[in-house]
């Protein structure tokens, strides 16, 4: 399959797969996908007035405020494995809010897993133009 750069925002599929141990796994300390997601959620907190966590696991999900469900959204990359998810608590009580509140993450996940998708692509090119 030829490396191409994705620039399209396909609606994720309902069942994914988490992902295992890997460079693309949120655990992996890897600086670049570390800064694409801080990235996407100073663009929340700062463009959006967004109160958003990234979690890794669900595990990891913070406490809910005031008693508010978590609104929460994988980061899905193009191969179905999750990246991790961004969480947010709305304490709106108007559901046109929490619905907005709901595009945003959804579109922040998005562009946040296309950013990580990209960001291996690039990596593979650059390991195969060495050993090239």
């Given at each position: 399959m030829p490396?191409?750069?994705?620039?399209?925002?396909?609606e994720p599929a309902?069942?994914?797969?988490p992902a295992p141990a890997s460079p693309a796994a949120a655990g992996d300390h890897n600086p670049d996908a570390q800064e694409v997601v801080a990235l996407v959620l100073q663009m929340l907190r700062d463009r959006m007035g967004m109160d958003v966590e990234f979690v890794s696991r669900?595990?990891?999900?913070p406490p809910a405020a005031a008693g508010a469900p978590p609104l929460s959204i994988p980061i899905v990359l193009r191969d179905g494995r999750v990246h991790g998810m961004l969480c947010?608590?709305?304490?709106?009580?108007?559901?046109?809010?929490?619905?907005?509140?709901?595009?945003s993450l959804r579109y922040s996940a998005r562009l946040a897993a296309r950013l990580l998708d990209n960001l291996q692509i690039l990596r593979d090119l650059a390991r195969r133009s060495i050993h090239h």
């Open positions: 490396a191409t750069l994705i620039n399209d925002f396909p309902e069942a994914r797969r669900m595990g990891d999900l947010c608590y709305s304490l709106s009580s108007s559901q046109a809010v929490v619905e907005r509140d709901l595009r």
